[in-house]
């Protein structure tokens, strides 16, 4: 049985005050997860590690150093996912080598970016943002992971130029988002996304529905 989950995330900038709160913004969006934890006495760690190779490093540093504990790397994809296997993809695009004791489980993906939950759920975007908000620029599409990475932030920042809060920001705008959003669409439209919340709550012998 798993007495720690520890998560590996990239993002937030360089900072430590940016980093604790996208750390909080994930907390707030994985909170279904963090309940099966509490319920269950698991430890829950959420660990903010700045660049994507950052991640990488402090992933494989937690292998030997907290061995007891289920280590998982989150990271954003950068790219359409063209395999069955994060791993694989992490291979062509980064050159990243599994570590030799870990399966897919230990490997999840913002697809392609995690800017693409966002647009996920519109109702909330727009109810952030608020008057001034453009929902006709976002982009429509049931999979919000098949929609280039680049066209996605362009459209964030369209979408909210005219917004009192003003143009889409990720270090000032996404750990707001993240609390905000609703998990049930998100996983609807994002199935890497999905494929979190499902292989962590099936590895603290529960479901997320």
Same mark, same amino acid.
């Given at each position: 049985m798993i007495r720690e989950i520890r998560i590996y995330i990239e993002g937030?900038?360089?900072?430590?005050?940016?980093?604790?709160?996208?750390?909080?913004?994930?907390?707030?969006?994985?909170?279904?997860?963090?309940?099966?934890a509490k319920s269950q006495k698991i430890k829950w760690n959420i660990i903010i590690c700045g660049s994507r190779n950052n991640a990488f490093r402090d992933f494989r540093n937690a292998l030997k150093s907290h061995p007891a504990a289920f280590n998982v790397l989150l990271v954003d994809a950068e790219a359409p996912v063209n395999t069955q296997s994060p791993w694989e993809h992490l291979k062509i695009r980064d050159n990243w080598d599994a570590p030799a004791s870990v399966d897919d489980s230990y490997?999840?993906?913002?697809?392609?970016?995690?800017d693409a939950w966002f647009i996920a759920d519109i109702e909330t975007l727009t109810k952030y943002y608020g008057q001034g908000f453009r929902e006709n620029v976002?982009?429509?599409?049931?999979?919000?992971?098949?929609i280039d990475k680049d066209k !996605? =932030?362009?459209? $964030?920042?369209?979408?909210?130029?005219?917004?009192?809060?003003?143009?889409?920001?990720?270090?000032?705008h996404a750990f707001k988002l993240l609390a905000l959003l609703d998990?049930?669409?998100?996983?609807?439209?994002?199935?890497?996304?999905?494929? !979190? =919340?499902?292989? $962590?709550?099936a590895k603290m012998g529960s479901s997320a529905s």
């Open positions: 937030g900038g360089d900072g430590k005050n940016t980093k604790a709160l996208i750390r909080e913004g994930f907390s707030q969006f994985l909170k279904p997860l963090v309940e099966i490997c999840h993906l913002m697809v392609q970016t995690m976002i982009p429509k599409n049931s999979n919000v992971e098949n !996605l =932030f362009d459209s $964030l920042q369209k979408a909210t130029c005219n917004t009192s809060k003003g143009e889409y920001h990720k270090i000032n998990v049930a669409k998100v996983r609807q439209a994002s199935p890497y996304c999905d494929r !979190l =919340f499902t292989t $962590l709550a």
